[in-house]
């Protein structure tokens, strides 16, 4: 029986050849696609767009279509947002390095998976290798660490609480046999990232075990707030197993005080979770590393490398301190990694991960940490970092603009100020002048709301994540900002 045309394989010998012309159509199509966007987002609204890339599919159904390729990326190119637009700055959504790109095409045609060794007996060793040397980044003690490259930092925040967890109840959790002041409770900032509530309810302890604890004006976890909290939760009857602490929280990038958090966590017997998803980048960074100083005495650490770290998503990574606080989450299947596989030298990850099949995603980040040293990375840091303090300065000469705070990795928080000074007012045209920007297709600003009750707490934010881009893109943005705030008012 005949093969029909396009079923080549990327692999084997052969796969090179069958790649070649194809990558050249995807590398046509993206250029053809940016070329019709021209900026950031497609300009108009979220119906008729879902419906304009809806009939796209439609195309041709049913028959081969020899062209798909080109045509569906010309099409996903011309309706998508480009983080390596300046304009599109909304979130923690990084344009991705062209050799981690590159890095990434390698492991797709390959595809290997790292649930057993002989199905990617390189990227098992380079996993290994990689996640030793982002554990001497972060200043665990050499050898001892062990982790995994995640899909990011709702999976390792996860991983971390799940450890913390059978650390303390043995990973066998009986709450509806217990008395309700007797519950395991987990303590974040108000600022922390809803994965780790969602992380309490997915690990049978329910949204509620985690209690708040209140933030600074920069979102900074309060040190006595949180020294009271764990107290109050003792006095209660419930027993701490976790302290969360964010360094870099996503809409200010602040960075809670670490060496407090690890002295109180330690005076109460709780785990200590550093959520460094975005801020883990800043380790790189000589001027911006002392932010994280604390980070070596976790628990457990979380790192995202689409982040700060330019890598094509996914390529989260996570650690412990402790290779052997993984003993609960250790599996042993036969298919994959029998007893006598592993006695004779065959290592294996499967009891590092909550997935079965995982994608090798950690080798984007091998290439480009020894394409550009780390140093090289942390000058990317340092230009994004450079570029918000310029952003910051050029909001506060803005009389339209009011700036939140100072920039601490590479964000900046503002609004819009109408004429008035009305909070409800303010909000709105805030919230409008947004979606203006977006209908235009002319940027893409971020939106939140600060802590607290009450109108006057929504805030606009720029993610500045391009490396590339200048201070001249950024003024052109705030201009932008402006402009959509007076129409909207």
């Known amino acids: 029986m005949s093969l029909p045309p396009g079923a080549e394989l990327a692999g084997g010998a052969a796969g090179p050849d069958a790649l070649r012309p194809l990558l050249e159509l995807v590398l046509t199509g993206l250029a053809v696609g940016a070329e019709q966007r021209s900026g950031p987002i497609p300009a108009g609204l979220p119906g008729p767009l879902a419906e304009q890339f809806a009939g796209v599919l439609r195309y041709g159904r049913g028959e081969p279509d020899r062209d798909a390729l080109l045509r569906l990326t010309v099409h996903l190119a011309q309706g998508s947002a480009d983080p390596a637009d300046p304009a599109c700055a909304a979130h923690l959504h990084c344009p991705p390095l062209a050799v981690a790109v590159a890095a990434d095409l390698a492991v797709g045609a390959l595809n290997p998976s790292q649930d057993s060794w002989d199905q990617a007996p390189a990227a098992t060793a380079f996993e290994t290798e990689l996640l030793a040397e982002l554990a001497e980044l972060v200043g665990f003690p ?52 809803f994965s780790v509530q969602r992380a309490a309810a997915l690990l049978g302890l329910g949204e509620r075990a985690v209690l708040t604890v ?29 302290v969360v602490a964010t360094a870099g929280t996503t809409d200010t990038g602040a960075v809670d005080p670490l060496h407090q958090a690890a002295d109180l966590a330690a005076r109460h017997g709780a785990w200590l979770h550093v959520d460094a998803a975005y801020g883990g980048g800043a380790l790189l960074s000589a001027r911006l590393a002392p932010l994280l100083d604390g980070i070596a005495r976790a628990d457990s650490v979380s790192l995202d490398w689409h982040k700060l770290g330019w890598q094509p998503a996914a390529a989260g990574v996570f650690l412990a301190r402790r290779a052997e606080s993984y003993a609960s989450l250790a599996r042993r299947a036969v298919y994959l990694n029998p007893a006598d596989d592993e006695q004779a030298g065959y290592p294996s990850l499967l009891g590092r991960s909550l997935r079965t099949t995982r994608r090798p995603d950690g080798f984007k980040l091998a290439v480009t940490l020894r394409t550009l040293g780390p140093d090289g990375l942390g000058r990317l840091v340092d230009a994004c970092h450079d570029l918000a303090r310029a952003t910051a300065r050029a909001v506060r000469a803005e009389p339209a603009l009011e700036l939140h705070c100072e920039p601490i990795l590479t964000t900046v928080v503002f609004r819009y100020l109408p004429d008035g000074g009305d909070p409800v007012t303010a909000d709105r045209v805030n919230a409008e002048l947004r979606r203006t920007l977006l209908r235009e297709g002319r940027a893409v600003v971020g939106r939140t709301e600060l802590p607290g009750a009450g109108p006057g707490r929504v805030r606009l934010k720029l993610t500045l994540l391009n490396p590339w881009a200048t201070v001249a893109d950024t003024a052109r943005l705030l201009a932008d900002v402006v402009r959509a705030g007076r129409l909207s008012a």
Request: proline share 7%; net charge negative.
């Open 142 to 193: 050499p050898g001892e660490a062990a982790g995994v490259v995640t899909s990011g930092g709702t999976e390792s925040n996860l991983l971390g609480l799940m450890l913390a967890r059978d650390r303390t109840l043995g990973g066998e959790v009986e709450l509806n046999g217990l008395p309700a002041g007797a519950r395991p409770v987990i303590l974040a900032s108000r600022a922390a990232h």
């Open 214 to 242: 209140p933030v600074d004006r920069e979102l900074r976890m309060d040190p006595a707030a949180l020294a009271d909290t764990l107290a109050e939760a003792e006095r209660s009857g419930r027993t701490p197993i976790a």
